[in-house]
């Protein structure tokens, strides 16, 4: 399959990624990676450590800056993913990442789904955006949903997974993606999940979560945050006293 047409020359994609099926797809000046007949590129300035197994064999990849929470730092070395407690061991990370998981066909998000995913099953492709992905036949409903929005024009936005697209779909939090069949897939929350506990308990442990983030990311970059009535703010600040 040829290479898609940028409309954007290839180092204005700052972070952004693309996993295809053959070598060819994505800017050739990126970083690129193969595993299990996957291939994935990224922009010299995404991070990327290798998922292992407890043999040391890679089984994919952690893109973007996943925190170790324990250590209360950024994750640097490779993380050790047993084959049959990957989401556990995955979701012990905190900080902003996308796993790639080839040996068990899924892509992860962190759980808020802070580094973008979209994902077309007619091409094959999960990318970082759209504009990553080969055109594809416009369709009446893509028309039609972009007229009702009137991006940009409007303050609308795709929800649900939409995208401006005609062949791609989003990868929403709480859910990953199948490599094998393109199908998303709900992992979380599971029926014991979501049974009620001591409030007071998981509001300290959201507490201590929030602020091993602040020290993790203070620990590597110069902070300034802008502190206006709302409560919003007012949490940020209470965390990284």
Avoid at 65 to 73: F, K, Q, T, V, Y
Avoid at 78 to 99: F, H, I, K, M, T
Wanted: proline residues 7%; contains cysteine.
């Amino acid at each position: 399959m040829p290479r898609p047409e940028l409309k954007l020359d290839a180092v204005d994609y700052v972070h952004q990624f693309l996993l295809a099926e053959h070598a060819d797809a994505g800017p050739e000046s990126w970083a690129h990676r193969q595993l299990g007949g996957w291939h994935l590129r990224t922009h010299p300035a995404l991070p990327v450590i290798d998922a292992v197994n407890a043999q040391g064999n890679t089984t994919g990849w952690i893109l973007g800056w996943p925190i170790d929470m324990e250590a209360g730092s950024f994750a640097t070395s490779r993380s050790c993913l047993p084959a049959d407690d990957v989401e556990s061991q995955l979701y012990e990370l905190g900080g902003r990442w996308l796993a790639v998981l080839v040996d068990a066909a899924r892509v992860y998000l962190n759980a808020t789904g802070e580094l973008p995913c979209v994902f077309s099953p007619t091409h094959r492709m999960v990318a970082s955006t759209t504009a990553l992905l080969p055109p594809s036949p416009d369709t009446d409903e893509h028309r039609s949903l972009r007229r009702a929005l009137d991006i940009p024009a409007s303050d609308h936005f795709y929800a649900l997974g939409y995208t401006a697209h005609p062949a791609a779909t989003r990868l929403v939090p709480n859910h990953a993606l199948d490599l094998q069949t393109f199908d998303a897939q709900r992992h979380w929350p599971g029926p014991d999940d979501l049974n009620e506990g001591d409030e007071t308990g998981t509001a300290a442990a959201i507490a201590a979560l929030g602020s091993a983030h602040a020290d993790a990311i203070a620990g590597r970059f110069p902070l300034q945050g802008n502190l206006t009535a709302g409560v919003d703010t007012r949490l940020v600040l209470a965390l990284v006293r």
